[in-house]
């Protein structure tokens, strides 16, 4: 079955910039999403197809892809930053989702 | 206002049954597919399945295949996950997902917990 894979843990200092992949070989063709989750809650939408950017979320979370590989970037970490975060999309027949394995983020 | 709204929370014994919904309003819930999400304790997000009500068009992750039924009423524009036979490992939250291109949009999510 298709696979998302992600860097189990990144770890920044705050206002450097942290960046998280996700690799997968059906990316080129199918879009991206980007969750935040904050322990003992749900998971919020940080990046939608790729690059876009939900109304409400901070302008330093970006999205960007390149070939298999698409990338959070969150520029300028604060602390409130800490939490996993999972990239989500589809197998190349477009209905069958998958979730990448999760990134913790950890602010030094 | 668009939303997804869960059934509450559940405490079931193994072997019971068990069906969750998630009801659409603020759109036209036939016209976008709905997918569920489980999270066990700790663990990461996992992809169910997911439905179109339009047609009622069903897909499976293979890991979920035969463990689980998905389903929806497009008269009432509710989807449904249901258990024939609860174990204690579907101990989890699940969450309903209206998967488009635009934002998708989730659910709040029904705590499931199955214990003797």
């Known amino acids: 079955s298709y696979e998302l894979t992600q860097p189990p843990s990144v770890s920044v200092s705050p206002g450097q910039t942290a960046r998280i992949t996700c690799s997968g070989d059906a990316l080129p063709k199918q879009y991206a999403y980007w969750y935040q989750q904050k322990p003992g809650q749900a998971p919020v939408l940080v990046i939608y197809k790729d690059s876009e950017r939900p109304s409400g979320i901070p302008e330093r979370f970006s999205g960007s892809s390149s070939g298999t590989t698409v990338t959070l970037t969150i520029s300028g970490v604060q602390a409130e930053d800490e939490a996993d975060y999972y990239c989500?999309?589809?197998?190349?027949?477009?209905?069958?989702?998958?979730f990448g394995t999760g990134t913790k983020v950890t602010v030094l | 206002e668009v939303q997804l709204v869960q059934s509450g929370a559940e405490v079931k014994k193994p072997g019971e049954s068990l069906k969750i919904s998630c009801k659409g309003s603020?759109?036209?819930?036939?016209?976008?597919?709905i997918g569920w999400v489980r999270q066990m304790p700790g663990k990461g997000l996992e992809w169910m399945g997911i439905?179109?009500?339009?047609?009622?068009?069903?897909r499976y992750s293979p890991s979920f295949q035969g463990q689980v039924t998905i389903s929806a009423d497009k008269s009432i524009s509710t989807a449904y996950l249901q258990w024939s036979s609860l174990k204690a490992s579907d101990t989890a939250m699940y969450y309903c997902v209206r998967q488009s291109s635009s934002p998708p949009l989730w659910g709040q999510g029904t705590l499931v917990t199955v214990s003797s």
């Open positions: 989500q999309s589809a197998d190349s027949s477009g209905t069958s989702y998958v």
């Open positions: 603020g759109y036209s819930f036939t016209s976008y597919w």
């Open positions: 439905i179109y009500p339009g047609d009622s068009d069903t």
